[in-house]
C-alpha cells in the first residue's frame, strides 16, 4: 500500500511540450507539496496546499501550475517544457504544517530533450 | 543562499562501527531539524527528528545531537549496518506551517 504515489516514474519529453505529473496520497493528510531536486542535489519547496489551499508558492515560473481537485491529490503542471526543467519532482504529505515530518513519493525524474 | 550545509557528499563506514553525519545551518531563527533516509529511486523517508529546545534525541541506533550555539547538528548510527548505505539529508524549518529547507545530502556507504 503506497502511501504518496506518483506518476508517471520517470518522463522524458521535448522542448515546448505541456506535461502533467500526478499526485495522490492516502494518509489522510491535510498539507501535500512538490519539491524539486535539482542537479546539484538541491531539494527545494515549490508549492504546498493545505486543504486544496495554496499556502506556499515558492519562486517558480509561472509555466508550473499546481492543482488540488481534492485533499488527496496535488497534480503538477508544467507548460512550454525548457531544458532546464530536467529535474526529478518530489511530492510529499503531512499531517499538518511543516514541523510534522512529511512522506514523500518516489520521484517523478523529467527529462527535457 | 544555502542556509542548511552538508560539507561532505559521501562517507565510508565500515560495518558495527559508528557513522557520524554532520550538518551546519546559518539561520538562527530554525528551531525544528530532521533527518531523511533516501534510497536509490525513492523518495526521502523520515528518520529522526530534533526541537531547539533539546540537545540530544535518540531512536534505536539512530541519535541526533543539537549545538545550537555552534549551529550544528549531527547524525549518529550505532552500529552502522550495510542497509544503511543511503543518502541521508538533513532538513531544518522554524515555526509552524514553515517549508523544510534541506541541505545537500550525505552519502553512506557501509562497507562489511
Known amino acids: 500500500d503506497t502511501a504518496v504515489s506518483q506518476t508517471p516514474k520517470y518522463l522524458v519529453t521535448q522542448m515546448g511540450n505541456d506535461k502533467s505529473i500526478k499526485c495522490e496520497q492516502n494518509?489522510?493528510?491535510?498539507?501535500m507539496y512538490w519539491y524539486k531536486q535539482d542537479s546539484k542535489k538541491f531539494l527545494k519547496i515549490m508549492f504546498s496546499?493545505?486543504?486544496?489551499?495554496?499556502?506556499i508558492n515558492e519562486t517558480v515560473p509561472n509555466r508550473f501550475s499546481p492543482k488540488s481537485p481534492d485533499k488527496a491529490h496535488l497534480n503538477l503542471h508544467i507548460n512550454s517544457l525548457e531544458l532546464g526543467d530536467s529535474a526529478v519532482y518530489f511530492c510529499?504529505?503531512?499531517?499538518?504544517?511543516?514541523?510534522?515530518?512529511?512522506?514523500f513519493g518516489q520521484g517523478t525524474r523529467l527529462t527535457v530533450v | 543562499d544555502q542556509q542548511v550545509k552538508q560539507n561532505s557528499p559521501s562517507l565510508s563506514v565500515q560495518e558495527g562501527r559508528i557513522s557520524i553525519l554532520n550538518c551546519d545551518y546559518t539561520?538562527?531563527?530554525?528551531?525544528?531539524f530532521l533527518w531523511y533516509k533516501k534510497y536509490p529511486a525513492e523518495g526521502p523517508t523520515f528518520l529522526i527528528s530534533?526541537?531547539?529546545?533539546?540537545d540530544k534525541n535518540e531512536d534505536g541506533r539512530f541519535t541526533v545531537f543539537l549545538n545550537k550555539s555552534a549551529k550544528h547538528l549531527s547524525l549518529h548510527i550505532v552500529p552502522s549496518q550495510p542497509g544503511d548505505s543511503a543518502v541521508y539529508f538533513c532538513?531544518?524549518?522554524?515555526?509552524?506551517?514553515?517549508?523544510?529547507?534541506f541541505g545537500t545530502g550525505t552519502r553512506l556507504q557501509v562497507t562489511l
Open positions: 532538513a531544518a524549518s522554524f515555526g509552524t506551517a514553515s517549508k523544510l529547507t
Open positions: 530534533i526541537s531547539s529546545i533539546k
Open positions: 539561520n538562527s531563527m530554525f528551531d525544528y
Open positions: 494518509l489522510g493528510h491535510d498539507t
Open positions: 496546499y493545505n486543504n486544496k489551499e495554496l499556502i
Open positions: 510529499a504529505s503531512s499531517p499538518a504544517g511543516f514541523d510534522t515530518e512529511a512522506f
